[in-house]
């Protein structure tokens, strides 16, 4: 009975690791799964199976990008994340072969994996890899009843079978094999160096054959995400197993006596918090907070980016952009602009940037505003960005809706034929063709007919600097066309240009009737300062009241007068601030 719980106490820290990365990804990094499915299209066919497997780690390659579509249920992609780091910290366990005081130390290298992984741009490829390199480690151990010499030729022959599934990852197996007892130490060093030496060597040739540079390919081909040295965390995984490996050999004399199991346990122990107080410095809450307002854009969950943003304000270009994309689909724009932190119009479409995700987010605020064209090109220009080369499947999905919209039947059609080969994308992708062709159905759908009645008949020729003049034709051509409205009156407000502001402001008043707070509040504005009378019904007395407040602490105390903090969430603070 007493040896029992011993035997239970690696599998229950192997479960408890499985359940705080469970968590920690289901719960607290959502965003940072859904990140990583839109930057790659996995495709059930044998072209792109082939493609994977002629690259030196492409199967663990494959393996890690058909894991990876799976992130598009959230608590799936979670689970297949905290198997693998199970998996991984139980084969390092068995690996060690070493007493319980070393067991705090086999959960390294999964820590430093998950350290790692707050990059967004260091791949699964690489824990799978590490994975499949364990395996294949202690599968070989296993056969090393065999001669020995017979097993060292075994191992070597393997070796390129090894790299080519796994990379430069095959290196920890001819350093961390367990050779037959009967294998005297100048063979078993011997048998090491060849190992290493012909992963080397398979290294080369294949620089020599693929289109690879040496320097990509030691480096691993999709270990990292650009075409530069690994991070330094990354360099140091494979070296902590192999000193793991042979820890309990060198700590043999220690480990004899109950004192020195204890100083080892206690050692481990601090090492492993160590990791655990560094493991969330790595994960950049800046670069996590813009991964969810994009996650929330592309679902189109426009109340939760609201509310997100009204606890705690936003404070950079594409989380500003979000924000008010949120307001203008849920008709909020001109009555709650500026009850959150603005950066000019560069917060209503910022500048184009050669980025992924930016350009993904700026590209839907140009899709609702009715600009497809555009949108288009934003999306086409973000998947072309990826550095890896990859496809992706948000953005070939919005190709396809572009081309749809635009009557485009055929190229739509070519985009939806390779989303059906997917198994995220293909319902979605026969449902839509079923559209293609279909004008009546094409004009009744509650998106794509409400943006096929935005589109612009004449020529428009797009300028990024005369983005209110665009928001002003599509709104001429269509009144019903809101969000192009609330745009074009916050292009002026935000950038305090309250002369062009009223000009708008007739243009829209001449068409429809509308007068947010934030139109009263820049209407009084304009009107107090050309010493003109308010015209009635325009401005509401609250509003009047408040401006004539806010003027009196202006003009008496100045404008860092700490009484102004009360009208923060209006037009004018905007201004003198």
């Known amino acids: 009975m007493s040896k029992f719980p011993s035997r239970l106490i690696p599998w229950g820290v192997t479960l408890l690791l499985g359940v705080a990365a469970f968590l920690f990804w289901w719960l607290g990094y959502p965003a940072g799964l859904a990140y990583q499915e839109q930057l790659q299209l996995f495709l059930w066919t044998g072209d792109y199976l082939c493609s994977r497997l002629a690259e030196p780690g492409g199967v663990a390659r494959y393996v890690a990008e058909l894991l990876i579509q799976f992130y598009n249920l959230i608590v799936v992609g979670a689970l297949f994340l905290a198997v693998i780091f199970m998996a991984v910290q139980r084969l390092t366990w068995q690996l060690m072969k070493a007493p319980l005081c070393l067991l705090p130390l086999s959960l390294a290298p999964v820590l430093l994996f998950w350290y790692a992984l707050g990059s967004e741009n260091v791949m699964l490829t690489y824990g799978v ?241 009715g600009l497809i064209n555009t949108a288009q090109r934003f999306a086409f220009e973000a998947m072309e960005a990826l550095p890896n080369y990859n496809k992706s499947g948000r953005a070939i999905k919005r190709l396809a809706e572009t081309n749809l919209i635009n009557g485009q039947y055929e190229v739509a059609r070519k985009y939806l034929h390779i989303l059906e080969r997917t198994i995220f994308y293909r319902k979605w992708a026969q449902r839509t063709e079923a559209l293609l062709d279909q004008e009546e159905e094409i004009n009744s759908h509650p998106l794509y007919g409400r943006l096929r009645r935005c589109l612009v008949s004449e020529e ?83 509003v009047e009241r408040n401006y004539n407040e806010f003027g009196a602490i202006y003009n008496n105390e100045g404008k860092d007068s700490p009484r102004l903090e009360q009208f923060k969430h209006t037009l004018w603070y905007y201004y003198v601030k």
């Open 129 to 369: 890899a590490l994975l499949m390199a364990l395996v294949a480690t202690l599968v070989l151990n296993r056969l090393n009843g065999m001669n020995c010499y017979l097993w060292w030729a075994v191992v070597i022959v393997l070796m390129p079978f090894f790299y080519w599934i796994t990379g430069p990852m095959a290196l920890l197996i001819p350093l961390c094999v367990t050779p037959p007892q009967s294998s005297g130490r100048w063979l078993n060093v011997t048998g090491r160096v060849v190992g290493v030496l012909t992963v080397v060597l398979c290294l080369l040739l294949a620089a020599h054959v693929l289109p690879f540079p040496v320097e990509r390919l030691r480096m691993g081909i999709s270990y990292y995400r650009y075409v530069q040295p690994l991070p330094t965390v990354l360099l140091s995984i494979p070296l902590v197993v192999v000193l793991l490996r042979y820890l309990p050999r060198w700590l043999a004399p220690v480990l004899r006596t109950k004192g020195g199991r204890r100083v080892v346990l206690v050692v481990g122990c601090a090492a492993l918090a160590g990791l655990l107080v560094l493991l969330p410095t790595s994960y950049d809450e800046r670069t996590y907070t813009l991964m969810e307002y994009d996650y929330l854009v592309r679902l189109g969950r426009w109340d939760a980016i609201i509310k997100k943003s009204e606890q705690k304000q936003p404070d950079l270009p594409m989380s500003v952009c979000a924000t008010n994309l949120a307001l203008g689909m849920t008709n909020q724009l001109g009555e709650r602009a500026f009850q959150f932190y603005q950066r000019g119009s560069d917060g209503l479409l910022p500048p184009s940037e050669r980025n992924f995700s930016t350009q993904q987010l700026t590209g839907e605020a140009y899709f609702q505003l």
């Open 460 to 542: 428009l020729l797009f300028s990024e600097g005369e983005l209110d003049k665009i928001c002003g034709q599509l709104f001429i051509h269509n009144p019903q066309n809101t969000m192009a409205m609330q745009y074009l009156l916050m292009f002026p407000l935000m950038n305090k240009d309250i002369k062009k502001f009223m000009n708008y402001m007739q243009v829209v008043q001449s068409r429809v009737l509308y007068n947010p707070r934030a139109c009263q509040e820049g209407v009084v504005f304009a009107m107090t300062m050309q010493h003109q009378q308010l015209p009635k019904g325009v401005v509401s007395p609250m």
